[in-house]
C-alpha cells in the first residue's frame, strides 16, 4: 500500500518554542491532506484539512494561528505548533488521500508524532 | 448516540481464536476504512471498503450497505494481533468527506 512518513517521530520541547511536523506521501500525489490529533485511550480528532496550494480548513475549536499547517507540494503538508504549552503535548497523526488511486479516494496514514511540550 | 459505533469495546481471545470486530453507523457513507493503530501509536490501514468484502492474509472484512453494518474477521489470532481496530466511514455530507471515526476495539491475544 502506499506510504505516508512523518518527521520527527517524537520530539520533546521547552514551553513558548515552536515545533514544526512533517508529514510526506512518497509513492503518490496527495491532493488532500489532514491532521488529527488523539488524546491517550480517545480516538482521532480531525484538526485541520488542507489541499495542495490552497489555505487549510480548520475544523471547529482549533486555533489556526497556533496550528499553522501549509501544504506546499502534492507530497508535502508541514504542521507547526507555534508557543507551544504542555496541553499542546499529543499525539499528532497525518493523513492523505490519493486523489487519483481509486475513484473512492483511499486515505493512508502517517506514523505519527508524538510532542511533547515540557 | 455516536454516528459509528464499534462492539466490543474490549476482546480478549486466546491465540489461534476466530475473532469478530463489529461496526454499525448511522449516516450515509461512500466507504468505509478498517484501521489498525498498534501501542506505538502508528496507524495501517487495513481496508476500504464499499461493498461486499475482502480478504488479506488472515483478515476479512464485510460490509453490508443496507443494514449499515461492517465486520472485522481475524482467522487464527495470533498475539501480533493485539492492536485496537478502528472503524471509519466517510459520509457523503460535507464537501470534504470527511472519515468519522469510532471509538475502536482494544484485542489482546495471550499466548
Known amino acids: 500500500g502506499a506510504v505516508v512518513s512523518q518527521h520527527p517521530s517524537w520530539v520533546i520541547c521547552k514551553s513558548g518554542t515552536s515545533v514544526k511536523i512533517e508529514c510526506r506521501s512518497l509513492d503518490f500525489q496527495a491532493t488532500t491532506m489532514f491532521w488529527y490529533r488523539q488524546f491517550p485511550k480517545q480516538s482521532l480528532m480531525l484538526m485541520a484539512t488542507?489541499?495542495?496550494?490552497?489555505?487549510?480548513?480548520?475544523e471547529q475549536g482549533v486555533e489556526k494561528d497556533k496550528f499553522l499547517i501549509n501544504h506546499a507540494s502534492l507530497t508535502l503538508s508541514t504542521l507547526t505548533v507555534t508557543s507551544a504549552h504542555p496541553e499542546d503535548s499529543s499525539f499528532y497523526i497525518c493523513?492523505?488521500?490519493?486523489?487519483?488511486?481509486?475513484?473512492?479516494?483511499?486515505?493512508?496514514f502517517g506514523p505519527g508524532t508524538r510532542l511533547t511540550v515540557l | 448516540k455516536n454516528e459509528v459505533e464499534q462492539s466490543p469495546q474490549n476482546l480478549t481471545a486466546q491465540e489461534g481464536e476466530f475473532i469478530t470486530i463489529n461496526c454499525s453507523y448511522s449516516v450515509g457513507i461512500s466507504a468505509l476504512h478498517w484501521l489498525q493503530q498498534h501501542p506505538g501509536g502508528g496507524i495501517v490501514s487495513l481496508f476500504m471498503l464499499s461493498s461486499g468484502k475482502k480478504k488479506h492474509g488472515r483478515l476479512i472484512a464485510t460490509i453490508n450497505i443496507q443494514e449499515k453494518h461492517s465486520s472485522l474477521h481475524i482467522t487464527a489470532s495470533h498475539p501480533r494481533d493485539s492492536a485496537v481496530y478502528i472503524c471509519?466511514?466517510?459520509?457523503?455530507?460535507?464537501?470534504?468527506?470527511?472519515?468519522?471515526f469510532g471509538k475502536g476495539t482494544k484485542l489482546s491475544v495471550k499466548p
Open positions: 471509519a466511514v466517510r459520509a457523503f455530507r460535507g464537501s470534504q468527506g470527511n472519515l468519522i
Open positions: 493523513s492523505a488521500r490519493d486523489g487519483g488511486r481509486t475513484s473512492y479516494n483511499e486515505q493512508f
Open positions: 488542507s489541499n495542495e496550494g490552497s489555505k487549510a480548513t480548520y
